[in-house]
């Protein structure tokens, strides 16, 4: 998972470059991530065991599954949603935003040389990101970057797997390990 460092120095960055555009949308990515993991230890799950399900059973989908996100976090997805600003920048982000980056991420698009359009998609993110604080303080909730302990979340000792091992995440297929790629390669 992105630092929190991390996070404040991309958001303090004012590039306009196809680089920076990636990394900015990553770390948006990331903060929802982490909205996830403090949801899980709202919901009493143990801070390892969060930590594990948000690296290792990450939503697919993120559109889909951003509703459960917040509900995990105690936000009315409903209620944010009718923060005007929220509500566009939010279609912004997944419906100009977000599939720049796939094309990008997939190699369906080179680099993204147009200046115009990279200053439209980095304020866009930006504005996504900045809107989401400010609308979670309008509704009296911490910012991305507190604790989830400031978020309310208890301290869990010894909390078995139990959310993993019933099947309530679906662990994705790992990538294969750099060792078994060397293996494969030198056999080629």
């Known amino acids: 998972m992105m630092s929190l ?3 404040r120095k991309i958001l303090a960055e004012n590039a306009i470059t196809d680089d ?3 990394r900015l949308h990553f770390c948006i990515e990331a903060i929802i991530r982490r909205l996830f993991l403090i949801g899980l230890r709202l919901q009493g799950v143990q801070f390892r065991i969060a930590q594990t399900i948000v690296d ?3 939503p697919m989908g993120l559109e889909k599954h951003l509703k459960n996100v917040f509900d995990h976090c105690g936000i009315d997805y ?3 949603k009718t923060h005007d600003k929220y509500a566009k920048l939010e279609e912004l982000f997944f419906n100009f935003t977000s599939p720049w ?3 990008r991420v997939h190699g369906l ?3 993204i040389t147009d200046t115009e359009l990279l200053k439209h998609l980095i304020t866009a993110d930006k504005r996504f990101i ?4 400010t609308s979670l303080k309008k509704m009296g909730k911490p910012s991305f970057f507190d604790t989830p302990k400031k978020w309310g979340a208890k301290r869990i000792p010894n909390q078995n797997e139990s959310l993993i091992s019933q099947g309530y995440y679906k662990k994705g297929k790992p990538p294969m390990s750099k060792e078994e790629a060397a293996k494969m ?3 080629l």
């Open 5 to 7: 460092t991390s996070f």
């Open 20 to 22: 920076y555009f990636l």
């Open 56 to 58: 290792e059973y990450p």
């Open 78 to 80: 409903a209620e944010l």
């Open 101 to 103: 980056r796939n094309r």
């Open 109 to 111: 698009s080179s680099n």
């Open 130 to 133: 900045k809107e989401l604080e």
């Open 185 to 187: 390669l030198k056999n």
